[in-house]
């Protein structure tokens, strides 16, 4: 665990002070402790931070509940990750407004190979939860394991958790509060059988934190960050799941919607982002494997071993062992582990993504195929 995780909980929890405001405090004094320590006349020297939020930071008396929290989730079973933990989403850490601390609870794999947001209208048809159900049918059938994400909420969310449990997939609910209760409490029984299931709940917000309708926006990035792509099932011309959609869109992740009749009320915000280019449009899972590339690293991996073994360039060599190393990284970031220039990364990359040894993700990120 990170040592320093203490004071990263109590920034979370101080008035006025967001994940990315705390991330450039952490950056600029060199850890959440060293924000506390600082005087507030240094704080307020960082850019886009000002009086308020060093005000708010020096007059903090937040350390004290951050205690009681880690206590609670050490308590309950509950993993607090940091953004700077290993095991903290990749997907999710690409994002500049993802949470410095996010608890989960449950054995789910949060950095798995192959990661779906589901989302929709809180009033789903039964055409709508038929959907979900073949989704989730279909990606079983086809032998994809994706982990399913949702909100737990009324409608395609709790449609899409209970098709993921009937056909075996991994599932994991994000909530918009504290993990010392369940919201809506009718789902308490679902929530317990995605975690005895091998799932999991994810939260960032602590068990201080009020019940309120922003909340539910603030949970929709993680919803929309810690997945490959995010398919918005039903929903009318304004709703929750748009502003996932949206979000997913400003994560540079892709995003999918279900057609529908045009007249049809609860499937406007579909057609919406279908017509607007920001959704691709799908009718099957078989489409959504398509467009991410599932089959063609499925192809790969049924090469014979005289193609998979086709000996590596020294460049390729040294990038793909690197990625084998450290995990998946940003190419950016690849280019400064091998201290190769981004035009020879690029080019070796796609060699290697075609000889399959290394798979691309969102973000311009790219994972060693082992």
């Not at 995780?5 to 991330?23: E, M, R, S, W």
């Not at 205690?67 to 609670?72: A, C, G, N, T």
């Not at 400064?336 to 290697?352: E, F, K, M, W």
Request: charged share 20%.
């Amino acid at each position: 665990m990170n040592p320093d995780l203490l004071y990263q909980i109590a920034l979370t929890l101080v008035p006025n002070v967001g994940d990315v405001t705390a991330k450039k405090l952490i950056a600029y004094c060199g850890s959440a402790e060293a924000v506390f320590k600082s005087h507030s006349s240094l704080l307020k020297k960082i850019p886009d931070v000002g009086e308020v939020v060093a005000g708010s930071v020096s007059l903090s008396q937040t350390v004290h509940l951050a205690e009681q929290e880690l206590r609670f989730v050490e308590k309950k079973g509950i993993t607090a990750l940091s953004y700077l933990d290993e095991d903290y989403p990749y997907r999710l850490r690409q994002c500049d407004d993802s949470p410095i601390v996010l608890y989960a609870k449950g054995r789910l794999p949060l950095n798995a190979q192959k990661i779906i947001s589901i989302v929709g209208t809180r009033t789903a048809t039964p055409y709508g939860k038929h959907l979900c159900d073949t989704l989730a049918a279909d990606f079983a059938a086809l032998g994809y394991q994706p982990i399913i994400v949702s909100g737990l909420a009324f409608g395609i969310d709790i449609a899409a958790h209970k098709a993921a449990l009937k056909h075996g997939l991994p599932t994991a609910a994000v909530v918009a509060h504290g993990l010392n209760m369940v919201y809506p409490a009718v789902h308490t029984n679902v929530l317990n059988e995605i975690i005895e299931a091998g799932g999991a709940v994810l939260t960032d917000f602590s068990t201080e934190a009020k019940m309120h309708a922003a909340n539910f926006v603030r949970r929709n990035r993680i919803i929309a960050g810690i997945a490959d792509a995010t398919i918005v099932v039903e929903s009318a011309e304004r709703g929750g799941s748009l502003i996932t959609a949206q979000l997913a869109v400003d994560y540079a992740r892709d995003v999918f919607a279900f057609p529908a009749r045009v007249d049809d009320k609860t499937s406007m915000g579909c057609l919406s982002l279908i017509r607007s280019n920001k959704a691709g449009l799908v009718t099957c899972a078989a489409d959504v494997a398509y467009a991410l590339g599932w089959d063609v690293m499925r192809k790969n991996k049924s090469q014979p071993a005289l193609f998979q073994q086709v000996e590596l360039t020294p460049n390729e060599d040294t990038i793909y062992k690197k990625l084998c190393e450290v995990g998946a990284q940003n190419i950016d970031e690849i280019c400064h582990l091998t201290q190769l220039p981004i035009s020879i990364v690029a080019a070796n990359l796609l060699s290697l993504e075609f000889n399959g040894r290394v798979k691309a993700l969102p973000g311009k990120v790219f994972e060693a195929i082992r």
